[in-house]
């Protein structure tokens, strides 16, 4: 009964956060740290997450991108997506960069004709200025930095507005907002309800010099170093701009992140304690930028595409970190190609204009994704269907024309999940079709509250369509649950100032009181008298936890930590205690219990698993392929050997003494969509399986032995 609550909530979650929610991470098109849409490459490392209110949650990224060359928060080639979001008016309208480093382009519904509108499907008036199909109108002056930014479609209820060209607030539907404030027009704070989670000061230089973030300090130190600047035009000449370098940035008591640069500006070197990655970059003389030059310029002049220009070197690319090798066999964006130490190759090709992108891994498997490449439908730029190189189609997607929302996904076995909507775009039924049936079946539907946009009634359907439970939510004023009931259990949820659950009572009156500090950290948890207690250190860090009963201490385990923020040991409330040492890349190198036995881990040259060594010295082994994991060895010389079939599936396993025979072997066999169908455990004893067309097994065979299983509407075994 709980359980199935449980579920309930999770899915309500998901349905009612998630059409709304705005992830506010930048995610860039690469490959491994190669651009798939530009001559660069890309690092990022989150440096903390704001615990504003649970939707409006800021993590603090700080994002290297090998073309950037004007100065901002971190100098030259770093930006702080988050906080450094802008709206700039350009001709005819402005350029949004979003708090996740999206770029929307917005123009004037007044300087397009009513064709251009009702090609972008613009037939309402919303505000002055839209962005075709996308989930954003803006209101603004051209001649100005002030803009106001709504959230249409999946994103109805956010605002962003923007003065003087600089974020000032971000409202969420829920009606919880962030205030930015700035002093002599650099930002000093990000506030909610008038506390700042996230701090800003600055050297006399007004370079930055330190973030807090939920009362956590990261410093940064930059040095002066020159960037270099290729023209664009074949009058355009080379420069050498003098600019900032971040060099370091950390917390106190951590090893810093430390970086260093070429003469030409670009990030050659990562290191954080032991651990270093060394980075080599491309380099593009003046000579050989203006040979390039000329060729697309006489290129143009005989309308020849620009795209098919051999170039000798492209400042910028990646050549080799730590992990790969880079080469880039068209010269086109988006074509990549990396070796690892091992030599094995995965590749990338990336067709913008056709909307085609291949990848084939180490592996050797090739899956190539289509994407809609329609500029008068909603859907341009999503997944169309995704093949694998068997040329089996392993996914399609269907979308509504109007709002891009999907409205059916389809599996590679053929079967059907279908989705509806209303006129708000609010989900109101799912239902499914099996490969092997006419038509679609109801499986669950959604009813919404005059002007909610989120459920109020989940209901689950029989095939007939008929609800046979439903789940009920009632909200406050912000949206959020705070009473849910399946007709079995319910739950009544009460907040604290900011969002975050203060009180759960379950339907028999039992209830769970949750405690957090200025920072919205959780400190107590407390249920039927049992408290958990949770201490952190100044680098937000939990380094005690405690269960306590009417005052008496039940456990506790307290943490430590080493100079990267890994664990090294827990220690119990009788002192007993677990150790780790790590290696220069966080991995676990040695576990010391508390009985004072230990056990080695070691690695390959790939990062895999290699050899583990026991309390007693013995060591078992394990060798890898392409496929996955080659062979194990026991400290005495047994083997279980693996082999894999063309396409990568486990085949074979053999048991086996080194040098010596096979003593047994078991064999797996396989149906067209890579369900194990067989497995032969030696010559006079095997077991066959059977799959209905959603992959639950529905018979199972051994040695003569038959089993039978039949499931209900809802997946459930009968």
Not at 259 to 280: H, M, P, Q, W
Request: aromatic share 12%.
């Amino acid at each position: 009964m709980k359980f199935t609550l449980v579920f309930s909530f999770i899915l309500f979650s998901l349905l009612s956060a998630g059409a709304q929610q705005i992830d506010f991470v930048q995610n860039k098109n690469s490959f491994g740290k190669a651009s798939l849409t530009s001559d660069s490459y890309y690092v990022n490392y989150i440096l903390g997450v704001a615990n504003f209110s649970p939707e409006l949650r800021l993590p603090i990224q700080i994002c290297y991108n090998s073309s950037l060359k004007e100065e901002g928060l971190l100098g030259a080639g770093w930006k702080i997506p988050q906080l450094e979001s802008s709206a700039i008016p350009e001709e005819g309208g402005a350029v949004w960069t979003t708090p996740w480093g999206e770029k929307v382009f917005f123009y004037s519904r007044r300087s397009v004709s009513r064709d251009v509108l009702d090609f972008y499907n613009e037939r309402e008036r919303e505000n002055v200025y839209f962005s075709p199909f996308a989930d954003w109108t803006a209101n603004g002056r051209a001649d100005s930095g002030s803009w106001t930014i709504y959230g249409r479609k999946n994103m109805r209820g956010w605002k962003f507005v923007y003065v003087d060209a600089k974020l000032r607030k971000i409202e969420a539907p829920s009606g919880q907002s962030l205030d930015f404030a700035y002093e002599n027009a650099r930002l000093v704070s990000v506030e909610q309800r008038g506390r700042a989670f996230v701090s800003l000061k600055y050297n006399e230089d007004k370079s930055l010099s330190e973030i807090l973030i939920n009362g956590v300090s990261n410093k940064f130190v930059f040095i002066d170093g020159k960037v270099q600047i290729l023209p664009e035009t074949l009058a355009g000449k080379e420069e050498h701009l003098d600019s900032k370098l971040l060099k370091r940035v950390g917390r106190d008591g951590l090893n810093p992140l430390e970086f260093s640069y070429d003469n030409a500006g670009y990030l050659t070197r990562i290191k954080r304690g032991d651990c270093v990655e060394n980075i080599s970059v491309e380099h593009e003389s003046l000579a050989q930028r203006k040979d390039y030059l000329r060729k697309a310029a006489a290129a143009k002049k005989a309308n020849k595409s620009v795209n098919n220009i051999k170039r000798e070197a492209v400042a910028g690319r990646i050549i080799e970190d730590s992990t790969y090798k880079y080469s880039y066999p068209s010269d086109k964006c988006g074509n990549i190609r990396l070796s690892n130490k091992l030599g094995e190759v995965a590749t990338f090709e990336f067709d913008s204009q056709r909307g085609i992108a291949k990848h084939t891994d180490f592996s050797g498997k090739t899956y190539t994704t289509y994407y809609f490449m329609r500029y008068d439908v909603a859907y341009n730029g999503k997944v169309r269907q995704i093949v694998d190189g068997r040329k089996r189609v392993l996914a399609s997607y269907r979308y509504d024309k109007d709002t891009g929302k999907i409205t059916r996904y389809r599996d590679k076995a053929k079967n059907d999940v279908n989705f509806k909507y209303d006129s708000r775009g609010n989900l109101v039924l799912i239902s499914k079709r099996a490969a092997d049936e006419d038509g679609a079946l109801p499986v669950r539907s959604f009813s919404y509250n005059k002007g909610n946009l989120r459920p109020a009634k989940i209901n689950e359907l029989d095939e007939r369509g008929k609800i046979v439970k439903t789940v009920s939510v009632q909200y406050d004023s912000e949206l959020r649950p705070v009473y849910i009931d399946d007709g079995r259990n319910a739950l009544k949820i009460s907040y604290n100032f900011y969002g975050y659950p203060a009180r759960v009572v379950d339907a028999f009156g039992a209830e769970t009181i949750y405690t957090y500090d200025a920072y919205n950290r959780q400190i107590a948890r407390v249920h039927n008298g049992i408290g958990l207690y949770t201490n952190y250190d100044k680098n937000g860090l939990p380094v005690k936890s405690r269960f306590e009963f009417g005052g008496e201490l039940l456990s506790s385990v307290d943490v430590s930590y080493d100079k990267n923020g890994a664990p090294v040991s827990y220690k119990d409330q009788d002192g007993l205690e677990k150790k780790y040492e790590r290696d220069e890349f966080g991995r676990i190198a040695k576990e010391a219990f508390p009985d004072s036995t230990e056990v080695k881990y070691s690695y390959d040259i790939l990062g895999r698993l290699a050899l583990v060594t026991d309390q007693n010295g013995h060591g078992i082994e394990f060798g890898w392929n392409k496929c996955g994991l080659d062979y194990r060895r026991t400290p005495v010389g047994q083997i279980a050997q693996n082999v894999y079939d063309e396409y990568g599936r486990l085949s074979q396993v053999d048991s086996k003494f080194e040098n010596g025979s096979t003593d047994r072997s078991f064999k797996y066999g396989y149906d067209a969509l890579d369900r194990l169908t067989n497995i032969s455990y030696g010559p006079a004893e095997n077991e066959t399986l059977r799959y209905d067309t959603w992959g639950r097994i529905i018979e199972k065979s051994k040695n003569g032995l038959v089993s039978k299983f039949k499931y209900d509407h809802f997946g459930r075994l009968v």
